[in-house]
T-cell receptor, first 107, second 113 residues
Framework: KNEVEQSPQNLTAQEGEFITINCSYS?????LHWLQQHPGGGIVSLFM???GKKKHGRLIATINIQEKHSSLHITASHPRDSAVYIC?????????FGKGTKLSVKP | GAGVSQSPRYKVAKRGQDVALRCDPI?????LFWYQQALGQGPEFLTY????????KSGLPSDRFFAERPEGSVSTLKIQRTQQEDSAVYLC???????????FGDGTRLSIL
């Protein structure tokens, strides 16, 4: 059983579209991470949030602790947003990761 | 550099060979993590260091995997007698202390032929 579930697994969008990626988790957590992984493999931390909403540029992350659900939104998507987006939750001192959502934004 | 540095970026080895993967964390970061990421999957925890102490190695898949961080900075993940199923991206991350955001390296892509 996966403690962290993401949907969709794959997402193709046209440039300019509004993107939503969802993450549900089953463990009790204090915070949730959204990460971005480009084809080269490196991972960049986008957000760490424990309540409410955070915004950074065109990226918005929301979390509902009671419902154990988080969403990552991308407004005015651009081809350079193409990457794998991974949510992760801290558990037992390390992180448990979702399988990731592969986003492709077409020009 | 200011980030987590991993080397080599790519490693190809024949089945049965030993490999060593290096992680240079951000200076001053106490916590260091190793993760294994199979193709199409999210990363999975391997092991965790706090300074030079290996506090958790529950994710190491077999006794062929060994990690060390002797001086509390650079860490090495060693895989002995490699098998094809060891092919994956190995990610290293560090954080200032446990519970703080982790900073990831670019990973080492290991291919076992």
């Amino acid at each position: 059983k996966n403690e962290v579930e993401q949907s969709p697994q794959n997402l193709t969008a046209q440039e300019g579209e509004f993107i939503t990626i969802n993450c549900s988790y089953s463990v009790g957590i204090s915070a949730l991470h959204w990460l971005q992984q480009h084809p080269g493999g490196g991972i960049v931390s986008l957000f760490m949030l424990s309540s409410g909403k955070k915004k950074h540029g065109r990226l918005i992350a929301t979390i509902n602790i009671q419902e154990k659900h988080s969403s990552l939104h991308i407004t005015a998507s651009h081809p350079r947003d193409s990457a794998v987006y991974i949510c992760a939750v801290p558990y037992g001192g390390n992180l448990i990761f979702g399988k990731g959502t592969k986003l492709s934004v077409k020009p | 550099g200011a980030g987590v540095s991993q080397s080599p970026r790519y490693k190809v080895a024949k089945r049965g060979q030993d490999v060593a993967l290096r992680c240079d964390p951000i200076s001053g970061h106490v916590s260091l993590f190793w993760y294994q990421q199979a193709l199409g999957q999210g990363p999975e925890f391997l092991t965790y260091f706090q300074n030079e102490a290996q506090l958790d190695k529950s994710g190491l898949p077999s006794d062929r995997f060994f990690a060390e961080r002797p001086e509390g900075s650079v860490s090495t993940l060693k895989i002995q007698r490699t098998q094809q199923e060891d092919s994956a991206v190995y990610l290293c991350a560090s954080s200032l202390v446990g519970g703080q955001p982790q900073h990831f390296g670019d990973g080492t892509r290991l291919s076992i032929l």
